[in-house]
């Protein structure tokens, strides 16, 4: 069974302009989340994850703006909205904001204040959402804590965020997210601040609670262990573009795309000799502003075969199929083995 697509983002172009110019952060992104389903986005610093992630709610802000693209909600069904040709401060998109989508930022702090107790938060963001009374509403602040894994939530309702660890101001970060009743979630680096046993905890809790409620899950790390631990399927990012997207296993065991196979190969591996040198990628990500002609990624290439890619940019990726956008995958051009 083809589980429904819950959100189709096609051709999405974001552009930032300043007196310095202008700056291509998304450049014709494509993809599709799907429910009960969880892609993970990759990509070093600066390729776009949070502008993605930021343009889907349309919580770019100026000078930024999307300049191209469609991001279908609920694609092919009656309901269908283009959220792109939204107001993003219409009553539709702030209904869309939390109810059918939800954000979980790597601070907690971001979407939490110090001034209110975390009761006063949860019950805020559920009748922001439901038309409750107040009693459901903390009845339901109660449910959420305990799904998130907070324990005594009767009594955590009074804690203010800062009397909370690391780990239970991510819980609660979540349970903010998910207070809305979103079928769609987006997750952005929720893990990157934690140490590594809370780490593992978190990633536990959004696949337990992402398999309970059929959540299309949007999962964006720059880590590829937390990849391999919690994807379906990956879309590679670099300089604003979708350079590979592949099922998981795929993109650990056959990469298509250089950059990709680049990525693995700055992987620690603990099958590596000890103190053994990393492999890394050569030079930096160019500042979007500066983007090279041609492939944006043939600068840092090791695999570059000419002309072509210094001239000449491949063709993106077709959203739902494996595939990568080099010309090394080109028909007839695969390398050789
Ligand atoms: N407010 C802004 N003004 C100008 N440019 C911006 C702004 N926000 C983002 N950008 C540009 O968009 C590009 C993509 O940024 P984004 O935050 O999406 O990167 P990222 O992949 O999330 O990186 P990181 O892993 O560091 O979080 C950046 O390189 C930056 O040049
Ligand atoms: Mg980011």
């Known amino acids: 069974m083809v589980e429904r697509v819950a959100l189709a983002i096609r051709d999405l172009a974001v552009q930032f302009e300043s007196e310095q110019g202008v700056v291509r952060a998304l450049d014709g992104v494509s993809f599709d989340l799907h429910a009960g389903r969880t892609l993970g986005i990759v990509g070093e610093s600066g390729c776009g994850k949070s502008v993605t992630a930021r343009s889907i ?35 539709r998109m702030r209904g869309v904001r939390g109810g059918r989508i939800g954000l979980i930022f790597q601070e907690p702090m971001t979407a939490l204040s110090v001034h209110y107790t ?38 955590r309702l009074r804690a203010y965020p800062f ?6 101001r991510q819980r609660v970060g979540i349970a ?6 979103p079928d769609i979630v987006i997750a952005d680096e929720p893990t990157t601040a934690l140490d590594v046993t809370t780490q593992a905890q978190i990633l536990d809790l959004l696949r337990r609670l992402q398999a309970e409620k059929q959540i299309a899950l949007m999962l964006i790390t ?10 379906d399927e990956v879309a590679v990012m670099y300089l604003g573009r979708i350079v590979e997207f592949a099922p998981v296993a795929d993109v650990f065991s056959a990469p298509r795309h250089p950059y990709a196979r680049a990525l693995l190969r700055a992987v620690p591996s603990i099958l590596a000799a000890p103190r053994q040198r990393l492999s890394t990628i050569g030079g930096a990500v160019p500042h979007p ?34 595939g990568a956008s080099c010309f090394l995958t ?8």
């Open 163 to 168: 009397e909370l660890s690391g780990g239970l």
């Open 330 to 337: 080109e028909p007839g051009r695969e390398r050789a083995a």
């Open 222 to 231: 720059h880590d590829m262990g937390v990849i391999a631990e919690m994807a």
């Open 176 to 181: 903010m997210a998910l207070a809305g009743d």
């Open 118 to 155: 975390i009761g006063n938060q949860i019950i805020e963001a559920v009748r922001q959402h439901a038309d409750c009374s107040a009693a459901e509403a903390r009845n339901r602040a109660v449910d959420l804590l305990r799904d998130v894994g907070i324990p005594r939530p009767e009594t």
């Open 57 to 91: 709610l349309r919580l770019v802000d100026r000078p930024g703006r999307i300049t191209a693209g469609r991001m279908l909600l609920d694609p092919g069904a009656e309901g269908e909205v283009d959220l792109a040709a939204l107001d993003p401060e219409s009553r």
């Open 289 to 322: 502003g500066s983007r090279p002609s041609g492939c944006p990624f043939h600068p840092r290439c090791a695999e570059i075969i000419g002309d072509i890619c210094r001239q000449q940019i491949p063709a993106p990726v077709e959203p739902g199929r494996a």
